[in-house]
């Protein structure tokens, strides 16, 4: 895969999609043991809205994909999740506009996602939150030199393992303190099959 | 006269309308709006709804939005960044006594800043 095509970002929403739906119950209880309980239900309401609203259009570019999937998400999760995942795929968007989705575009645009998150929830990397695995990808990307499922796949999942023996100072999950230690961070495993998704979409697309 | 408009935000709606019922024994005349709860009135907050609220709640001397718990934080972000108004202040305070406070300041016919002020040193 060189470029990320209309139909590749597409496809990664579908995945993601099936993966947080089928995981639902699994993300609803990481968070009920640190959190509010609502990471599953409200993922997999937003993806499900995504999906209805991408499946009613016709896209020209994978810039209007994210778009889409960003506004949607921003008003149909109702969590901090919206916030977040509407922030990231937003920046996607902006960064992807205009423009071929080579693999340097592509790696900017995570890097602009992951910052857009940061800003949004004021967080930094290390407070067991999706930035966490964020941060994972962009360095692994800002590394590498080409679309390469397995840089992403197991970067994606050290971000996501990293969340679980630190504490959380940032979401819900920092009132609990020290009792979120040992408990992997919701925000990060559902970040965790997004990437899982895209790093599919490139093994069947290459 | 107008006067700084107040804009609660809460995850649930029964919180919103007790802090305006307990507000409204007093103060009478500073408009309060409502944004609690998701779309479907179910726990969380919604950008929309906040939206609505800062447009009901507007004068020409601002409007001040109070929330409780970090998302309901960063939806009043948002909610501000995609209006095209630009005397909307979002300030850190208890919900409940944060609120009573601003809207005991704007009664007062303060300003925007002022009210904001009251509340950054009394909490």
Do not use: C
């Not at chain 1, 997999?44 to 209805?52: C, H, L, W």
């Not at chain 1, 959380?168 to 970040?191: C, E, F, M, N, Q």
């Not at chain 2, 944060?98 to 909490?123: I, P, T």
């Amino acid at each position: 895969m060189d470029n990320l095509q209309v139909e590749h970002a597409l496809d990664w929403m579908a995945k993601t999609n099936e993966k947080i739906q089928d995981n639902k119950e699994y993300l609803t209880t990481l968070d009920q043991a640190i959190g509010d309980g609502d990471h599953g239900i409200n993922m997999a309401r937003g993806f499900g809205e995504v999906m209805k609203k991408l499946n009613g259009e016709a896209y020209q570019h994978a810039a209007d994909v994210m778009k889409d999937a960003a506004m949607t998400l921003m008003s149909k999760v109702g969590g901090a999740a919206g916030p977040l995942y509407g922030t990231a795929f937003l920046k996607l968007s902006m960064t992807f506009k205009g423009t071929d989705v080579d693999y340097a575009t592509f790696s900017k645009g995570i890097e602009d996602a992951l910052n857009g998150v940061k800003q949004r929830g004021k967080a930094e990397i290390g407070e067991k939150t999706l930035v966490d695995v964020w941060s994972a990808v962009a360095n692994a990307l800002r590394e590498n030199e080409g679309f390469d499922s397995e840089v992403i796949l197991q970067s994606a999942k050290s971000g996501m393992e990293g969340s679980k023996d630190i504490k959380a100072t940032k979401g819900r999950a920092a009132y609990l303190g020290d009792r979120s230690i040992g408990h992997l961070d919701p925000g990060s495993v559902s970040s965790f099959y997004l990437f899982e998704s895209l790093a599919e979409v490139i093994n069947e697309g290459a | 006269m107008s006067y700084v408009g107040i804009v609660l935000i809460s995850h649930s709606p029964k919180v919103v309308e007790g802090i305006k019922d307990i507000i409204r024994q007093v103060i009478h005349d500073v408009p309060i709006e409502l944004a609690g709860g998701t779309d479907e009135n179910e726990i969380g907050t919604s950008i929309e709804k906040i939206q609505v609220a800062i447009d009901k709640a507007y004068s020409e001397k601002g409007v001040l939005l109070m929330y409780d718990l970090g998302s309901a934080k960063m939806n009043a972000e948002m909610a501000i960044e995609m209006s095209e108004k630009d005397n909307i202040k979002i300030v850190e305070a208890p919900l409940l006594e944060g609120s009573y406070v601003a809207a005991v300041e704007s009664g007062m016919n303060k300003s925007l800043d002022e009210v904001v002020k009251a509340l950054e040193k009394g909490f």
